[in-house]
């Protein structure tokens, strides 16, 4: 049997959940195109409309690099690519947050300047079933129908992304949470028109453009870091993840090893593992030995699907070395 790195397979559970993750985007896609075309028929001259319509139109990059991650990080590795494509996930949550901060500038120097010029957009009225209608009430009404759908979408992608360690299924789910606030400012907005508030429309599409380039902010800072293998972090960023505990905790339990310390780096769904540790009187164990605790750790989680296990005389700084050469480090 020839020896290969890592797996590519998910176990039943997370591949259900998965399955279940694919077709939550793809709904996504749906509610977000049918969005789409109700508030571009809708927008009017409104700057936070527009905002408003921007956003949704964004809001299609987080489910489809998703949906394209998904069919590309199962593949096996080969020569070229010894670590498999799990990045694929990493440089999708990357090029979506690019663009979520890029348009979030854009709407915010465009929404700045309508302010500036005291610009006052014009909203006017449309005949619906004989009657003559003020467009902004239309306008409200697309936007409360349309805030309702990403509510539970975002709920239930939280779960999701948990549950597969993704980060890209994270931040559309963040994303999700906030879009009724696009839709709360957009509301605001119109109906600052028409009480003659003026600046209301061009204060809420600040208010959208401010989030828009939040978002993107936070997710580009979590893509770039974690394409630079920073330590493994939890699926929303917020703690080392408790796995590099596991492992190294795992490996000092062992009869013949004295010290133990990791380094793990996240791929995307998955954790590259370097395990380094000290044999007792530095007698090396048996190559069967050394494989069994290898696999062993790759047992205690799905994530851990590719592991090195280094034996050393001393451990390495960066995977928890002593504290005198911790010291001597940072002096």
């Not at 429309?201 to 800072?221: E, T, W």
């Not at 062993?296 to 504290?323: F, H, N, T, Y």
Request: glycine share 8%; hydrophobic share 50%; with cysteine.
């Amino acid at each position: 049997m020839n020896t290969r790195f890592g797996r590519t397979e998910l176990p039943e559970k997370q591949e259900r959940i998965l399955k279940k993750a694919v077709r939550l985007q793809w709904t996504t896609t749906g509610v977000l195109a049918v969005a789409v075309t109700l508030v571009f028929l809708a927008m009017g001259n409104s700057q936070a409309m527009k905002a408003a319509w921007i956003e949704d139109m964004l809001s299609f990059a987080p489910p489809l690099a998703f949906l394209l991650a998904v069919r590309i990080v199962n593949r096996p590795p080969t020569p070229g690519y010894p670590y498999g494509f799990h990045r694929a996930t990493g440089v999708a949550h990357l090029v979506a947050a690019v663009a979520l901060c890029v348009m979030g500038a854009f709407l915010l120097i465009d929404s700045g300047l309508g302010l500036l010029k005291a610009e006052h957009p014009p909203i006017g009225a449309v005949q619906v079933f004989g009657q003559t209608v003020w467009l902004g009430w239309l306008m409200i009404a697309v936007m409360a129908v349309t805030a309702v759908p990403p509510v539970f979408l975002g709920r239930a992608k939280m779960k999701l992304a948990k549950e597969l360690h993704s980060k890209v299924l994270y931040a559309d789910a963040d994303m999700n949470k906030a879009d009724w606030m696009t839709a709360a400012g957009s509301i605001v907005g119109v109906a600052g028109i028409g009480v003659g508030l003026w600046w209301a429309d061009a204060a809420a599409a600040l208010f959208i453009a401010a989030g828009i380039l939040r978002d993107g902010y936070k997710n580009m800072r979590a893509a770039v870091t974690d394409l630079m293998d920073t330590r493994a972090m939890t699926f929303d960023d917020g703690r080392p993840h408790p796995l590099i505990r596991q492992v190294d905790d795992y490996l000092r339990g062992l009869s013949w090893v004295q010290e133990a310390g990791s380094r793990v780096r996240d791929q995307g769904h998955v954790f590259h593992v370097e395990a380094f540790v000290v044999p007792r009187d530095g007698q090396l164990p048996p190559l069967e030995v050394l494989e069994r605790a290898r696999d062993e750790c790759i047992d205690l989680d799905w994530k851990l699907q590719d592991m090195v296990l280094v034996p050393v005389s001393e451990l390495p700084v960066e995977a928890g070395g002593s504290r005198q050469h911790q010291s001597e480090r940072n002096r």
